[in-house]
C-alpha cells in the first residue's frame, strides 16, 4: 500500500484553514461588503444553518480521512442547498467554493502520494474523488495511465513470463517436471500458474481484460461519464494489441509454421510432378497445431464480439488481427492437406472388420472430415468455415463419390474385390453421415455465430451443397443398384409365385371352405415362408435402412402379381373375408421385418380389399375417395369381382362417378 498523507500534514500542505461560518463572523462579513440592512436574528440563523452544517460536515470528513463524504457534502451544497435556500448570500458562496478549492489540492496531493507510491487501489480511489469535484479533465488520463495500464501491463508481462516458463520447460524436458495443460473449466493452483501455453496465455490474458471491463464499466459510468467508457474500452483494445500481438508473433516462430507450408508445398508439387519419393508427411501431425491455430483465432474473435458489444468505437485493424489474418492463411494451407491426406490413408487402410456391415472407409473418411468441420467453424472466423466446408464438400462430391462409384462398378460389373451389399452400406451409410454432418455443422453455427445473422446465412448457404450431395448420393448411387440387386432377384421370385401358385388360389368360397382355410391357408401361409426365406440372408447382411429398400421393391413385384391375379378371380362374400385376412397377414409380416415405413407399399391392396367387403356398391358414393390410390374405372372393375353385386347397381354407380 502507498503511503497516507495525514490530514494535518495535507491542510499545512496545501494552505488548508477551515473557517467556523458563525452566524456572527457571517453577519459580519455581510455587512461590512454589502451594506445590508439588519434582518432578524432569527431568520439569520435560519438562512445559514445549512451552510454551517456544509462547512462542518467538510471539515469532519477530512479529519476523519473520510474524503468522499467530504464531497458528497460540497456536492450537496451546490445540488440541494443552493437550489433550495433563497436569497444565499454570494459571500456564502464564496466561502464553500474557498474549502472546495482547498479540498481539491487536498485530493489532488493524495493522488500524487498515491501514484508516486504506485498504490492502484489510491489512484482509483483519489481519481473517483477528482470526478466528485468537477475534475474529469485531470482525474480520466491519470486513471487511464497509472491504472488502468498499469494493471494491464502487469497482467500482460506476467502472461509473457508464464508462456516463456512453458517454452523453456518444452526445449528442456526433465522427466521429474510433468507439463499440466490447463483445460478450460478448471481452478488454477500455484503450480499451474507457473507457466501457460500459446492458447492459455492467450485466452486467459483476453479473459482479464473483459473481466476488467465487466468489473469497472459501472464504476466508469458514474464517475467519469458515459463517453469516458468509450474512452477507457479503447483503451483496453489498443492495449490488448499491444499484450497480445507478440504472443502471435512468437506462436509462428516458434512452431516453425512457415516451415511445415513450405513442407507441404513441396511434397504437392512432388505429387503433382510425379517425383515424389518416401513417406509423405503423416497428417496426424498437425492434429495438436491445428486445434491451437483454432482457438487462437476464435479467442481473437470472441475477445472483439464482446468489447465492440459495450463499447461504441470504430472497429480498427490492428496488429493483432494481422497476425491472426497470417494464422488463418496457414490454418487454411495445413487443414486443407489434413483432410485431403487423411482421407487418402482411409482409402488406403479400408478393410472389413468382422461383425461389421460397412468397410472402415465411412467411419474414417467421416470422422477426418467431421473433425476438420468443427474445427473449422470453431475458429469463429466465418470466411475460414466456409472456406473449409466448401473444401469438405468438393472431396465428397468428387473423390469420395468417385470412390464409391468405382466400388459399385467392379463389385457389380466385374465381380472382383469387393462385396456388394457391403459397398451399398458404404453408400447408405454415407448418405447418411452427410446429412446428419450437415444438420450437426448447422446446429453448431447457430451457437458460436449467435447475434450475427449475416455470418449464420453464409454458413448455411455453404451447407445446402452438402444436403444437394446426400440425395444424390441417395437417388444416383444408391437407389439404382439396389434396383439392380432386385431385377438379379427376378428369377427367384418369379419361381416363388410359380411354386405359390396364386392362379389356382380360389375366393368363391363358402363358411366352411373359410374354416377350413383358417387351420390350413392354401395361399398366403406359403407365400410368406418363400418370402422369409428370401429376405432372410439380406437382412442379415445388408443395413437396416438398406434392407427396408430391398424390401420395398419387391413388394412392389409381389403387390403388383396379387392384384393382377386377384382381378382375375371372382368373390363370394365369404371369399372377400378370406382376401382381407390374406392382405392383412402378409402387411403385418412384412412391417414386422423392418423399421423403414412400407405400410404404403399395400395402399392399393388395402383399398380392393376393403371395397370387396362393402354391404352394396353405392356404399362407396358416401365415403372421401380423394385419396384412393385407384381411379373410378379401377374400383367398378373391382367391385364387378363380387359375384353377389348386380351389374345394374355396378351401372348405376358408374352413373353416379361421371
Known amino acids: 500500500m502507498g503511503q497516507e498523507v495525514s490530514t494535518s500534514e495535507g491542510v499545512q500542505d496545501v494552505g488548508v484553514e477551515i473557517p467556523s461560518p458563525d452566524a456572527s463572523n457571517l453577519q459580519s462579513s455581510s455587512t461590512s461588503e454589502q451594506q445590508e440592512p439588519q434582518i432578524e436574528e432569527e431568520k439569520i440563523e435560519e438562512l445559514l444553518n445549512p451552510v454551517k452544517e456544509c462547512f462542518d460536515g467538510v471539515q469532519t470528513c ?3 480521512k473520510a474524503y468522499e463524504g467530504a464531497v458528497a ?3 450537496n451544497f451546490y445540488r440541494v442547498i443552493l437550489l433550495t435556500v433563497e436569497d444565499v448570500d454570494d459571500v456564502y458562496i464564496e466561502l464553500i467554493e474557498s474549502v472546495e478549492e482547498k479540498l481539491k489540492r487536498l485530493v489532488r496531493a493524495k493522488l500524487d502520494a498515491a501514484m508516486e507510491n504506485k498504490n492502484l487501489s489510491e ?3 483519489f481519481c473517483a474523488l477528482h470526478a466528485g469535484l468537477g475534475m474529469n479533465d485531470e482525474a480520466i488520463p491519470i486513471y487511464r495511465t497509472q491504472y488502468i495500464e498499469e494493471i494491464i501491463k502487469s497482467e500482460g508481462i506476467l502472461t509473457m513470463d508464464l508462456l516463456n516458463a512453458y517454452i523453456e520447460l518444452k526445449d528442456k524436458p526433465q522427466p521429474e517436471i510433468q507439463i499440466k495443460e490447463w483445460k478450460e473449466g478448471e481452478e488454477m493452483d500455484d503450480e499451474d500458474e507457473k507457466y501457460f501455453d500459446f492458447v492459455d496465455a492467450t485466452r486467459k490474458f483476453y479473459e482479464f481484460l473483459a473481466g476488467l471491463l465487466e468489473e469497472k464499466k459501472d464504476f466508469i459510468v458514474a464517475a467519469f461519464g458515459q463517453e469516458a467508457l468509450n474512452v477507457i474500452g479503447a483503451d483496453l483494445i489498443r492495449l490488448a494489441d499491444v499484450y497480445a500481438s507478440p504472443i502471435f508473433d512468437r506462436f509462428l516462430s516458434y512452431m516453425k509454421i512457415q516451415e511445415m507450408i513450405v513442407r507441404i508445398k513441396m511434397q504437392k508439387m512432388a505429387m503433382d ?6 513417406e509423405t508427411i503423416d497428417p496426424r501431425t498437425f492434429t495438436e497445431i491445428l486445434g491451437q491455430m483454432s482457438i487462437l483465432s476464435q479467442s481473437n474473435e470472441l475477445f472483439d464480439k464482446f468489447f465492440f458489444s459495450r463499447i461504441k468505437i470504430p472497429k480498427q485493424m490492428q496488429q493483432r488481427h494481422r497476425y491472426v489474418k497470417e494464422i488463418m492463411t496457414y490454418y487454411n494451407i495445413i487443414e486443407e492437406y489434413f483432410m485431403t491426406e487423411s482421407f487418402k490413408k482411409a482409402i488406403n487402410n479400408d478393410k472389413q472388420d468382422p461383425g461389421s456391415k460397412t468397410s472402415s472407409l465411412v467411419e474414417n473418411s467421416f470422422f477426418v472430415l467431421k473433425q476438420s468441420a468443427h474445427r473449422a467453424l470453431a475458429t ?3 470466411q475460414s468455415a466456409c472456406a473449409l466446408i466448401n473444401m469438405l464438400s468438393n472431396i465428397l462430391n468428387y473423390d469420395y ?10 463389385s457389380f460389373e466385374e465381380g472382383i474385390r469387393w462385396n456388394p451389399r457391403m459397398i451399398l452400406n458404404n453408400v447408405q451409410v454415407s448418405t447418411e453421415y452427410v446429412e446428419k454432418l450437415r444438420i450437426s455443422l448447422d446446429s453448431e453455427a447457430q451457437k458460436l455465430y449467435a447475434g450475427s445473422d449475416k455470418e449464420i446465412e453464409m454458413i ?7 444436403a444437394n450431395i446426400s440425395r444424390q448420393y441417395n437417388s444416383e448411387l444408391l437407389l439404382p443398384y439396389m434396383q439392380e440387386v432386385v431385377s438379379r432377384l427376378d428369377h427367384i421370385i418369379s419361381n416363388i409365385f410359380i411354386s405359390v401358385d396364386y392362379s389356382k388360389a380360389t375366393y368363391d368360397i363358402d363358411e366352411e371352405r373359410f374354416q377350413m382355410n383358417e387351420i390350413n391357408d392354401p395361399f398366403m401361409e406359403q407365400l410368406i415362408i418363400k418370402l422369409h426365406d428370401l429376405i432372410s440372408q439380406y437382412k442379415e447382411s445388408f443395413t437396416e435402412n438398406n434392407f427396408g429398400i430391398l424390401l420395398s421393391l419387391i413388394l412392389d413385384f409381389i403387390c403388383d402379381w396379387i392384384e393382377k391375379g386377384t382381378l382375375k378371380k371372382t368373390f363370394s362374400m365369404i371369399g372377400a373375408m378370406q382376401f382381407k385376412k390374406e392382405v392383412k397377414m402378409l402387411t403385418e409380416y412384412c412391417t414386422s421385418q423392418t423399421t423403414k415405413p412400407i405400410r404404403q ?3 392399393r391392396l388395402s383399398l380392393i380389399s376393403f371395397l370387396l367387403n362393402v354391404t352394396h356398391p353405392r356404399d362407396v358414393l358416401e365415403l372421401n375417395r380423394d385419396t384412393w390410390k385407384l381411379k373410378n374405372k379401377e374400383v367398378l372393375d373391382v367391385l364387378a369381382r363380387r359375384k353377389d353385386f348386380s351389374k345394374g347397381d355396378i351401372e348405376s354407380l358408374a352413373q353416379c362417378f361421371k
Open 273 to 278: 510432378e510425379d517425383t515424389h519419393q518416401g
Open 601 to 603: 407399399k399395400f395402399s
Open 380 to 382: 469463429s472466423n466465418c
Open 460 to 466: 448455411r448457404t455453404c451447407l445446402i451443397e452438402l
Open 123 to 125: 489512484i482509483e480511489r
Open 62 to 64: 477530512i479529519e476523519e
Open 401 to 410: 463419390r468417385k470412390l464409391l462409384e468405382t466400388m459399385l462398378h467392379e
Open 73 to 75: 457534502h460540497i456536492q
